[in-house]
């Protein structure tokens, strides 16, 4: 069983993508959805997954596995082995992963451009600005 690690690899940033594909590529938020779409804590194949998203996006069934392993080595997905295949499950809830993706991001800006950040974090307590 690959061991999740403590905290998941978020190191890209792409601010002109919606949602979660801030921090992730299409295929691996594609992916996270499916999962996160189940019970927490519950099992995923790599076939399971393949199926759900094989209707709307025509991929081949290793690009998905490959996909996927990234993921657990990111730390975002646990693999365990039963029998001849892997079951992934979420390291984190989706609420628990915007969470700290957010909380990282704020903590690098503030680090690297303290004054700045903060300046334009309080900002957001302007009407228009929030509204945006």
Same mark, same amino acid.
């Given at each position: 069983? !690959?061991?999740?690690?403590?905290?998941?690899?978020?190191? !890209?940033?792409?601010?002109?993508?919606?949602?979660?594909?801030?921090?992730?590529?299409?295929?691996?938020?594609?992916?996270?959805?499916?999962?996160?779409?189940?019970?927490?804590?519950?099992?995923? $194949?790599?076939?399971?997954?393949?199926?759900?998203?094989?209707?709307?996006?025509?991929?081949?069934? !290793? $690009?998905?596995?490959? $996909?996927?392993?990234?993921?657990?080595?990111?730390?975002?997905?646990?693999?365990?082995?039963?029998?001849?295949?892997?079951?992934?499950?979420?390291?984190?809830?989706?609420?628990?992963?915007?969470?700290?993706?957010?909380?990282?991001?704020?903590?690098?800006?503030?680090?690297?451009?303290?004054?700045?950040?903060?300046?334009?974090?309080?900002?957001? $307590?302007?009407?228009? !600005?929030?509204?945006?």
């Amino acid at each position: 069983m !690959t061991r999740p690690r403590q905290e998941p690899e978020l190191r !890209t940033v792409h601010l002109d993508r919606p949602g979660i594909r801030l921090a992730l590529g299409d295929l691996e938020a594609e992916i996270m959805e499916v999962i996160w779409s189940r019970p927490p804590g519950e099992g995923v $194949t790599v076939r399971e997954v393949f199926e759900a998203l094989y209707p709307r996006r025509r991929l081949a069934y !290793t $690009t998905v596995m490959n $996909t996927m392993a990234r993921l657990a080595r990111k730390g975002l997905l646990v693999a365990e082995r039963r029998e001849a295949a892997y079951v992934y499950r979420a390291a984190l809830q989706r609420e628990a992963f915007i969470e700290r993706f957010v909380g990282r991001v704020l903590e690098r800006l503030l680090v690297n451009f303290g004054g700045v950040a903060a300046e334009k974090l309080s900002e957001l $307590t302007d009407p228009g !600005t929030r509204q945006r």
